[in-house]
């Protein structure tokens, strides 16, 4: 097997991330020599000391804490070069995947993004990932080198192993001239955050939590209401259907909190959640494509002959969504 990198950056402790921890275990699959390359203010490569790597490569300062093009693809090109490998292995973070094409430019290589599994077949390296909105799966081999291939979140169990003390060496990258300055992060306000890659349920809003209830009038207010109550009770992340996220541009009533970044389906995100709960949605195109991860899928719909009782919901509930959340916050509470 051809040596591999592992590229990383650090959090503000100098700790890694589960993404990183994920692609570490995916090269260290391939079996053979690995390299790790590490970016940030700080390292502490002790965490992945046990990891089996033969050589540890760290470029740092204050200059490379903030996510930045200009430094991070000197960093990455840096250690690249450094460590000599033929196969680069990093998170599919928006910090790398911002970057890395540039430094595959730089080094004469190729790039490819989500990546879903790395294996080695007939001797050589090869990687999986969807096409075409996530409807088609194939699996690709290149010749040039060096290849970085960016591994997506949540599809191999992170490396997990004992503390040990290693010897990092630096590698001298003097910071590029920049025109931007991080002045520091702007958060959501307390129990505001709805998107939660790491939660065990993703609960999905559609369209009909906006609509005319069996009264005859729209109780937007409590929709808000009752849903923000279950992802602060149930810490679920919350989806929607595109239906849903469109209503804005369409002067008709909507969820305050939902955005298209809160989206999946053809047109969205496809997260990877163990169970998932949708209710007011219907149409099978959207959750076809955007639940092909989800591990258990549960659905709560008025409609028996919706898009979800044709096969693409575990369980079906015939109920009312508002009805039903109702009483999951008083169960929860």
Known sequence: MEPILVLAHTEADGSLAKPALEALAAALSLGGPVTVGLVGATVDASAIGGCGAARFLAVTGDAFAQPRYSTDAAAAEALCRAAGAAVIVAPQTSRWARALSGVALRLGGRVDTHAT?????????????????QR???????????????????????????????????????????????????????????????????????????????????????????????????????????????????????LGFMTHLNQIGQTGSTPRHPKGLSTCCHGEEPHAVGWRFIGERRAVNLDPNCGWARGKADVLYIADAFAVVRELNRLLG
């Open 117 to 133: 599994a790395i294996a080695i077949r007939n001797s050589v390296p090869s990687v999986t990932r969807w096409f075409y909105r």
């Open 136 to 254: 088609m799966e194939g699996t690709l081999t290149r010749s040039q080198r060096p290849w970085i291939i960016l591994l997506d979140a949540g599809v191999v169990a992170p490396w997990s192993g004992e503390r040990a003390a290693v010897e990092v060496q630096a590698i001298p990258v003097d910071p590029p001239p920049t025109r931007t300055n991080v002045l520091g992060i702007e958060a959501t306000q307390a129990g505001g955050q709805t998107i939660r890659p790491d939660a065990k349920l993703l609960f999905v809003a559609g369209a009909g939590w906006t609509k005319k209830q069996g009264d005859g009038t729209v109780h937007g207010a409590e929709a808000e209401e009752l849903i923000l109550g279950f992802l602060r009770t149930s810490q679920a992340s919350l989806g929607g259907s595109k239906s849903l996220v469109d209503l804005s541009g369409e002067g008709q009533p909507v």
